[in-house]
């Protein structure tokens, strides 16, 4: 009885912090392991780059977003040995009252066998008196033994099974105290990555000579990616794309790229925190991590990889010189040469130092736009 109680209470325990649908959760897992995967690739890019306060503070940065996947790995890990301990116990609840219901019905079957005596009320004078009731009499016998060893039977199985239940709780039970033990790993590690973070951040705040330096490798970034885009324009007409709608008509009638608020507009700006200027060559649009990224019209993916500190970035071509980027985005998701139609997805809002933010550029020619003109619903 105490066992019983301990499964229920077990049960109730877990079951409030694990009630999430297994599917969904190995679904978010393996989301996760490919924003590490991610991660890994900038990280590893980021080693050809020239060192500069830009490549030490995105380092750091991804240094921070590594840790809070793992963080985020361990926890949906430790959820999904959570779900399977409910799961078990569960399990083990319905085989007890199974094995409870069954010797109940056997102890009611054995009653009424004793009662019958010995022979089974099958004595000689019943036999002479009614041989009809007695071969009746004796084959409901024969067919009450064959239930009683039937009913034995399973309840040898069904305490077979618990003993397997038993053995795979314990297992679950230590794999979920190394999941606990590894989130708490992996929480202090975030946190010390965060401090080393706000720490540079800091650092960078007070020295005039890094924030001067930082606005260099901007404008050098700034000029790089202006040269990447007219050598996409030299190339030969037959890899031109055309799109059914012509890009230009389209001022004033685009979708947002992403739902959320204005954190930075076009043209030139001074960092709150590290007092540099920057011209700002498009919108910086503050939402939630995550947040599905589409295309505001059809085109042709001409570039979709990281790209300094812009971080994982897509071009889309939409013809007659137009483009549109799409920067620091939590990752890949589409691929050179796939044509996307409006609305389709480009990929996810990713993370700064600033806080979850989306990169969205109009040029043409290479020459930046201000977005705003060209959205029917402009960002507040």
């Known amino acids: 009885m105490r066992r019983g109680c301990a499964l229920?209470?077990?049960?109730?325990?877990?079951?409030?912090?694990?009630?999430?649908?297994?599917?969904?959760?190995?679904?978010?897992?393996?989301?996760?392991?490919?924003?590490?995967?991610?991660?890994?690739?900038?990280?590893?890019?980021?080693?050809?780059?020239?060192?500069?306060?830009l490549v030490d503070l995105q380092g750091i940065s991804l240094q921070r977003d590594r840790a809070q996947a793992q963080v985020d790995g361990a926890r949906l890990r430790r959820d999904q040995a959570q779900n399977e301990v409910t799961q078990i116990v569960k399990e083990q609840a319905r085989i007890q009252g199974e094995v409870a219901r069954l010797r109940e019905a056997l102890r009611k079957q054995v009653r009424w066998l004793q009662a019958l005596g010995p022979l089974g009320e099958?004595?000689?004078t019943t036999t002479l008196k009614d041989p009809d009731a007695w071969l009746v009499k004796g084959r409901m016998l024969a067919w009450a033994r064959l239930q009683e060893r039937k009913q034995l039977d399973q309840i040898q199985r069904l305490k077979g099974d618990l003993a397997e239940k038993e053995k795979a709780l314990r297992a679950v039970l230590a794999r979920l105290a190394v999941e606990e033990r590894q989130a708490a790993e992996y929480q202090a590690a975030l946190r010390l990555q965060e401090d080393r973070l706000n720490g540079f951040l800091d650092g960078l705040q007070k020295d005039e000579a890094s924030q001067r330096q930082v606005q260099t490798e901007l404008a050098e970034e700034a000029l790089q990616l202006e040269r990447m885009l007219a050598g996409l324009l030299n190339r030969p007409r037959t890899e031109a794309f055309e799109s059914s709608v012509a890009f230009a008509s389209l001022r004033g009638e685009l979708p947002q790229p992403v739902a959320g608020t204005l954190a930075q507009g076009f043209g030139e700006h001074l960092h709150p925190k590290f007092h540099t200027k920057t011209m700002q060559s498009g919108l910086l649009v503050e939402a939630?991590?995550?947040?599905?990224?589409?295309?505001?019209?059809?085109?042709?993916?001409?570039?979709?990889?990281?790209?300094?500190?812009?971080?994982?970035?897509?071009i889309l071509?939409?013809?007659g010189g137009w483009y549109t980027l799409y920067t620091h985005l939590q990752g890949i998701a589409v691929a050179k040469g796939q044509i996307l139609k409006r609305g389709e997805a480009v990929g996810a809002v990713g993370d700064t130092v600033d806080g979850p933010r989306l990169g969205f550029e109009v040029r043409h020619l290479a020459q930046p736009q201000d977005p705003q003109k060209w959205l029917k619903a402009?960002?507040?």
């Open 122 to 124: 099958l004595g000689l």
């Open 317 to 319: 071509d939409h013809g």
């Open 378 to 380: 402009k960002y507040r």
């Open 8 to 53: 229920l209470l077990l049960t109730g325990i877990l079951g409030a912090q694990s009630r999430q649908d297994p599917a969904q959760l190995r679904q978010k897992l393996a989301a996760i392991q490919g924003r590490m995967a991610q991660v890994d690739q900038q990280l590893e890019a980021l080693k050809k780059r020239r060192k500069g306060v």
């Open 288 to 314: 939630p991590l995550g947040s599905p990224v589409q295309a505001v019209a059809e085109g042709r993916v001409v570039f979709a990889d990281f790209y300094q500190s812009y971080g994982p970035m897509v």
